[in-house]
């Protein structure tokens, strides 16, 4: 099972490579800001080998966003506009926090130097690519769509999902539940509509009282500016409920930090998102990232978004990211993954052990056929 898993794996990655080709059509692919941001944050190890870590990782910036500007052709326009707002956000990595990490941690002062001349560079090369994709991509608009089209969307299916559906089939089955969710949902509409909206007649049309039931409930939700601490108020509620219900065990001493998506990962679309550490990170955080509503959205946008996150769907977003999702399951999966790791060492140990017995044992019928042949020939 472990050889299928990995050789479907490096199949993927190849036809990630040499069939997708994102690397040629997303610019936002390109971003060192994320990668030392997650190697700063990180708690796991001290700050020096940290630091020491993030030098090593800077310190050929300036080829890194040449090959990515080499790479690039006929991107998506979406993508580039992605790219800049997330290597601007990583800008911000290259900043005060990391200069004043930089002048209080212990490294000497060789290290400090070339690491704040490393940090200098690499700002200005995360620059040069931006000012690239701003001059050179942008304002030639020669763009391809973002859509990748039936074939390779089929291909992607069979190596992200790998089910025993098709991406069609699956297709078929969400339309059946559909129009099984739609009808509970009018059953349920039905019996909500004279306390939401008391003394109007419900409409005729199933969907449209279902609309309105729901553009009701929608309307209790966050302030604009409060999105981020509704969910950390609600993690506890949900912590509790699983405790009290003995629904799984939570290891509290790996406790879930809700914390604003750092900017070199937002935009993407996805409001709210889980870090979790490797196998080999136990003593790590695991981030819970919520996006909080971009200042440059309209009321009507704000509103639009917060209503779709109202106060119900926001638990099952918390409920689906957190406790007892992705978190809880990352949780799970890293003991498990460390302990797999483990058993693979031990076989591949008592492999060779097996080799080297059963050489000995070769050698050793060698040496006594070899003595009756000795003791044959006098």
């Given at each position: 099972?472990?050889?299928?898993?990995?050789?479907?794996?490096?199949?993927?990655?190849?036809?990630?490579?040499?069939?997708?080709?994102?690397?040629?059509?997303?610019?936002?692919?390109?971003?060192?800001?994320?990668?030392?941001?997650?190697?700063?944050?990180?708690?796991?190890?001290?700050?020096?080998?940290?630091?020491?870590?993030?030098?090593?990782?800077?310190?050929?910036?300036?080829?890194?966003?040449?090959?990515?500007?080499?790479?690039?052709?006929?991107?998506?326009?979406?993508?580039?506009?992605?790219?800049?707002?997330?290597?601007?956000?990583?800008?911000?990595?290259?900043?005060?926090?990391?200069?004043?990490?930089?002048?209080?941690?212990?490294?000497?002062?060789?290290?400090?130097?070339?690491?704040?001349?490393?940090?200098a560079s690499t700002r200005q090369a995360v620059q040069g690519y931006m000012d690239f994709l701003k001059k050179d991509v942008?304002?030639?608009?020669?763009?391809?769509?973002?859509?990748?089209?039936?074939?390779?969307?089929?291909?992607?299916?069979?190596?992200?999902?790998?089910?025993?559906?098709?991406?069609?089939?699956?297709?078929?089955?969400?339309?059946?539940?559909?129009?099984?969710?739609?009808?509970?949902?009018?059953?349920?509409?039905?019996?909500?509509?004279?306390?939401?909206?008391?003394?109007?007649?419900?409409?005729?049309?199933?969907?449209?009282?279902?609309?309105?039931?729901?553009?009701?409930?929608?309307?209790?939700?966050?302030?604009?500016?409060?999105?981020?601490?509704?969910?950390?108020?609600?993690?506890?509620?949900?912590?509790?409920?699983?405790?009290?219900?003995?629904?799984?065990?939570?290891?509290?001493?790996?406790?879930?930090?809700?914390?604003?998506?750092?900017?070199?990962?937002?935009?993407?679309?996805?409001?709210?998102?889980?870090?979790?550490?490797?196998?080999?990170?136990?003593?790590?955080?695991?981030?819970?990232?919520?996006?909080?509503?971009?200042?440059?959205?309209?009321?009507?946008?704000?509103?639009?978004?917060?209503?779709?996150?109202?106060?119900?769907?926001?638990?099952?977003?918390?409920?689906?990211?957190?406790?007892?999702?992705?978190?809880?399951?990352?949780?799970?999966?890293?003991?498990?993954?460390?302990?797999?790791?483990?058993?693979?060492?031990?076989?591949?140990?008592?492999?060779?052990?097996?080799?080297?017995?059963?050489?000995?044992?070769?050698?050793?019928?060698?040496?006594?056929?070899?003595?009756?042949?000795?003791?044959?020939?006098?």
């Open positions: 099972m472990t050889c299928a898993c990995c050789a479907t794996s490096l199949r993927a990655q190849r036809w990630y490579a040499d069939t997708l080709k994102n690397w040629q059509w997303n610019p936002a692919s390109y971003n060192l800001g994320a990668s030392v941001g997650d190697l700063l944050n990180g708690r796991h190890y001290r700050l020096d080998r940290r630091l020491r870590n993030i030098s090593d990782k800077i310190s050929h910036a300036a080829e890194y966003y040449a090959a990515a500007r080499a790479n690039i052709s006929t991107p998506t326009k979406e993508h580039t506009e992605l790219a800049l707002k997330q290597n601007a956000g990583g800008l911000a990595v290259f900043g005060s926090a990391l200069a004043d990490s930089v002048r209080k941690s212990g490294l000497t002062a060789q290290e400090k130097k070339t690491l704040t001349d490393r940090i942008l304002s030639a608009k020669t763009f391809r769509s973002f859509r990748i089209g039936r074939t390779l969307f089929d291909q992607k299916f069979a190596y992200d999902i790998q089910s025993h559906f098709t991406a069609g089939e699956v297709y078929e089955q969400a339309l059946k539940h559909k129009a099984e969710l739609l009808h509970d949902m009018a059953v349920r509409a039905a019996r909500l509509y004279p306390k939401y909206l008391p003394g109007q007649k419900a409409p005729a049309d199933t969907l449209a009282m279902i609309t309105a039931v729901v553009n009701q409930l929608t309307l209790k939700h966050a302030p604009r500016d409060g999105f981020v601490d509704a969910v950390k108020r609600q993690i506890p509620t949900l912590v509790a409920f699983v405790n009290e219900h003995n629904l799984l065990t939570q290891d509290p001493s790996k406790p879930l930090v809700v914390r604003e998506t750092p900017l070199y990962m937002r935009g993407s679309g996805a409001g709210a998102s889980i870090s979790a550490p490797g196998p080999y990170d136990k003593g790590a955080n695991t981030y819970y990232n919520v996006e909080p509503l971009p200042k440059e959205w309209t009321a009507a946008q704000a509103e639009s978004y917060l209503r779709e996150y109202n106060d119900y769907t926001l638990q099952i977003l918390n409920i689906h990211e957190a406790i007892p999702g992705h978190y809880t399951q990352a949780g799970v999966r890293q003991p498990l993954a460390f302990a797999g790791e483990k058993h693979l060492r031990q076989r591949r140990h008592d492999r060779r052990l097996g080799r080297v017995r059963r050489a000995h044992d070769a050698g050793k019928r060698l040496r006594q056929q070899l003595r009756r042949n000795v003791a044959a020939l006098g």
